[in-house]
């Protein structure tokens, strides 16, 4: 071969690396994070969708030989992590301290993130959950912080990071105090976000009316509802958020970086509700499905699911109030259930009578408790049992109540050490496998979006 020709075909091969055309690069990368989905969600939630809705969970198509992983996610300093920590460590690589927001454990250097990555790349980045958006798993790839609580100071660095589409709850930390915001320095960050160039948006049609980046979509002043309860809000649904998501940030050249979290998951699992627990997981579910089909048709993409830690310890009992044995959940009855624990909960005041409590759980779950379960839920026996365990009350009882009737049970109201599952398609998505850390997952993703960069091959778990 001539001069002329080496440098046309070098110069060939630099244009369509530069586009992400050849095999191995992630030019998009979906990193779908569901917040307290451990094996026990996943199990109960594709249990409960083959028998009531009779076909198969979208993420079982990512389930395949050579891309599926368990996980596990220890930190720094902990053996249960919370999700500060775990995101952190997907975000960064990095084992973290305990509440800590992609910061080393000196609690002053900040950690290079995933989304700076892509970034640093030409990429466009977004950042949706249906909890906080300020909340640990989104904040961990766009902040820096020594506290997750300074939630205040992740709304900043969102936006001063230039996220292109930030979408998700607790609008107060945008607002000031005077508007009934939590911020004490008396700046309007959503004003101020107008002011730069974003578009904002605080309902559902808002969002659909977006055509362009950046996008600003703060849906509630705390968390956005829980998918059991949205109906009777203006809020778009994870899908919804994901779909319109995936068609503003793939307008760009050079492809980009999106983390999705299903991030009441968790909130419904620490409740111990059951039903708000698998409807989150089927709302994040249909996210997943929304990335899978985006991915068929834009080649180059990397569909990533995992979870930060598993809550609730949740799973299907055999047991029913019947005694008949190994009967399994009662999905009727559970697909019957109208409203979450936290709706239920505002129904039922701070001290209802046994009487109140039986009007409200025969009106939410079509379920007649006996005097004594009342009598438990009433004087909120299980608390005053187990005062260690994280509390929420009456939930508590109630759950405990509710159990031999739904049968699906919770052995705790905190974060387990249960290990996690991790599948994926993709470039990329052959680093998936066996037994994994999360810290694992940031060099898989960094690799999978740097096309001359090749796996290490070393597997295992890391002892960074
Ligand atoms: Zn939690």
Redesign the pocket.
Known sequence: MNGWVVRALALMWAVLLSFGVLAGEAKNVILLIG??MGMGQIGTTLLYSRTMLGRDLRMVELMTPGHTAIVLNDTADAMVT??AAAAGQIATGKRMLAGAISMAEDGKTPLRTLLEIAQDKGKAVGLVTTSGITDATPAAFAAHLAKRSDEVSAAEQELQHRVDVLMGGRRQFFLPESVGGKRKDGRDLIAEARTAGYAYASTAAEMQAVGQTPLLGLFNTGNMSFELDRGRTQEPSLAEMTVKTLQLLSAGKKGFFAMIEGGRI?HAA?RNDAAATIRDTLAFDEAVGIAIDFAKSHRGTLVLVTADHE?GGMAVIGNSKTSKEYVGADFKAIAGIGASFEVVLKELGTKPAPERIREVVKQYFAIDLTDAELDTVARDTVKSLDPANYNYDLLHSLAFVLRPYLRVAFVTQT?TAAPLALFGAGPGSERVGGLMHNTEIFGLIRDAMTPQRRPSGKRGLSSQ
């Open positions: 917040d307290g919370e999700s968790d620490h809550t974060h």
